[in-house]
């Protein structure tokens, strides 16, 4: 199956906690992104990486930092979470032709 | 800071009938456009994209694009239940990678 896939589904954490969000690709796009959706359902762009360069980074506090390994794997880790950070974080791949989007994880930050 | 606008923010219209989305960005560089659907707790998915003036049919869907105003707009014949979703815009340019979306307009088709 090819889709963009994303781990954790949802994660529930203290504020102060680190967390590592996991996303790939088997589309063989050359380029993928970090959104944030808050609550209202406004779509941010964070990040974007086109083959492991970033390329695209937006005014994210610095606790954010994506890691690419590889065209087809994003991560995203949070160093020190902060209630505001409570949203669905979407990871999406491109060719150029539009976006594909995984699943989302949920992050909760109590 | 290129921004695209949509509008209404929501809709409301009966099965069966026409369903019509706007979205305008205020990039005079954006070439491109596009549409996805959001269903609730679901991620966006494309639905259709336009780069040319004129008009664009898919089934049920119609997308016109003004390239002059910048002005897109999404048409939904014979709306279904199914169809209640959010509706994100979004806009891009050649050699940008960065695709700037709307907010969104919320639509609830009531049978």
């Known amino acids: 199956e090819t889709a963009v896939f994303q781990t954790p589904n949802y994660h529930v954490t203290q504020v102060g906690n680190e967390v590592s969000f996991n996303c790939k690709q088997t589309?063989?796009?050359?380029?993928m992104y970090w959104y944030k959706q808050d609550s209202k359902k406004l779509l941010k762009i964070m990040f974007s990486y086109n083959n492991k360069q970033l390329i695209v980074n937006e005014t994210v506090p610095r606790r954010f930092s994506p890691q690419s390994s590889d065209k087809a794997h994003l991560n995203l880790r949070i160093k020190s979470v902060e209630p505001e950070d409570s949203a669905v974080y979407l990871c999406?791949?491109?060719?150029?032709?539009?976006?594909?989007f995984g699943p989302g994880t949920r992050l909760t930050v109590l | 800071q290129q921004k695209v606008q949509q509008s209404p923010e929501s809709l409301i219209v009966p099965e069966g009938g026409m369903a019509s989305l706007n979205c305008t960005s205020s990039d005079r560089n954006v070439d491109y456009f596009w549409w996805y659907r959001q269903h609730s707790g679901k991620s966006p998915k494309m639905l259709m994209s336009i780069f040319s003036n004129g008009e664009k049919e898919e089934g049920r869907f119609t997308v016109h694009l003004n390239k002059a105003s910048l002005h897109t707009s999404l048409h939904i014949r014979d709306s279904q239940p199914s169809d209640s979703a959010l509706y994100l815009c979004?806009?891009?340019?050649?050699?940008?990678?960065?695709?700037?979306f709307g907010a969104g307009t919320r639509l609830k088709v009531i049978a």
């Open positions: 979004a806009a891009s340019h050649t050699g940008n990678y960065k695709y700037v």
């Open positions: 999406a791949s491109s060719s150029g032709q539009g976006q594909y």
């Open positions: 589309l063989g796009h050359d380029t």
